[in-house]
C-alpha cells in the first residue's frame, strides 16, 4: 500500500532562516502531491499542489519541489516568521479516480524569535 | 474563495446519544465530499467518500451504521454520530473538494473541525 513519511516529526528553527521539509512516499507514482498547514483545533488549509510533471512551484515565500525519480518533495518556507510555527501535512493522492488524498504524519514546525 | 465551514466547532454528550455535524461548501460547489477523524498528534485518517445524491463510500474498518452520512446538496453533508461512546470522542473535519474553476485548485478545502467529546 502506499506510504507517505515526512522524517521530521518537529523542526526548530531561527526566525529569518529558511524552513526546509521532507516528505518522501513509497509504492506508488502519485500524480500530483500537496502541502497543508494545520494550526492547533483547526482544520488543515491547502498552501500548494505540485505536479509529476513540474520540478518546482513557489507561492509568496514558500517554495515546494517534487523529484519523482527520488520520490521526494520538499517544502520550503523562506525568511520564516514566528507565525508560520504550526504542523505542516504531506498529501498525496491514494487513487487519481477517486478523488482521495492520503496525509502523512506532519512535522511541527517552531519558529523562534 | 473555497471557505468550508463545519456546525458545531465543539459538542459533548453523554454516552448513547447521537451527534449531528453539518458541513457546507459555502461559495463554491462541491463534487465530493470527505470526512476525516484525527487523534491528537496523529495524521487525519479518512472516514468516508460522499457524493450527491448517492451512498457513502467507508473506509475499511468505518461502521456505516454508526457514521450516518447524508449528502442532501452540492454544498451540503452531515455525519451522524449514532449511540455515541467515549472511544468515538475525536476531531473530526470534513474537506469537500472543487472541480476547480474560479481561480480555485481542483483540490480539497478543509472545514475547521468538530471536536467531539463523549463522556
Known sequence: SQKIEQNSEALNIQEGKTATLTCNYTNYSPAYLQWYRQDPGRGPVFLLLIRENEKEKRKERLKVTFDTTLKQSLFHITASQPADSATYLCALDQDSSASKIIFGSGTRLSIRP | GAVVSQHPSRVICKSGTSVKIECRSLDFQATTMFWYRQFPKQSLMLMA???EGSKATYEQGVEKDKFLINHASLTLSTLTVTSAHPEDSSFYICSARTSGGQGLTDTQYFGPGTRLTVL
Request: glycine share 0%; aromatic share 0%.
Open chain 2, 49 to 51: 467518500t460522499s457524493n
